[in-house]
């Protein structure tokens, strides 16, 4: 089992900036990659962001690409997501996700261990 847990979300003007967290503990050696997901009110959860454990390589949603990046340490078992230019339609719940095997990156069934979620809320 991995447990993951987010934090970092919060309140902040349109234009800028927050970091999320998501720490790994358990049976994080079996991690293939994680990713970043999102849920608004009413609309349905949608992937943002993925990163392979061992080379680090990436993958972003069109909406954000540009804005937001993705990373990792090892060490800390922890993946980050960097949110710049922030707007108000990125207001959402965000969830980190990992998964045990490479596969589709956005579908959600393929990831194996969700977090509880941090609230990002974004005023115009």
């Avoid at 991995?2 to 994080?28: F, Y």
């Avoid at 390589?57 to 690409?65: H, L, Q």
Wanted: with cysteine; charged share 15%.
């Amino acid at each position: 089992q991995v447990q993951l847990v987010e934090s970092g979300g919060g309140l902040v003007q349109a234009g800028g900036s927050l970091r999320l967290s998501c720490a790994a503990s358990g049976r994080t050696a079996s991690t293939y990659a994680m990713s970043w997901f999102r849920q608004a009110p009413g609309k349905s959860r949608e992937f943002v962001a993925y990163i392979t454990w061992s080379l680090g390589n990436t993958y972003y949603a069109d909406s954000v690409k540009g804005r937001f990046t993705i990373s990792r340490d090892v060490a800390k078992n922890t993946v980050y997501l960097q949110m710049n230019r922030l707007k108000p339609e990125d207001t959402a719940v965000y969830y980190c996700a990992a998964r045990k095997m490479a596969g589709v990156i956005a579908t959600q069934t393929s990831y194996d261990y969700w977090g509880q979620g941090t609230q990002v809320t974004v005023s115009s």
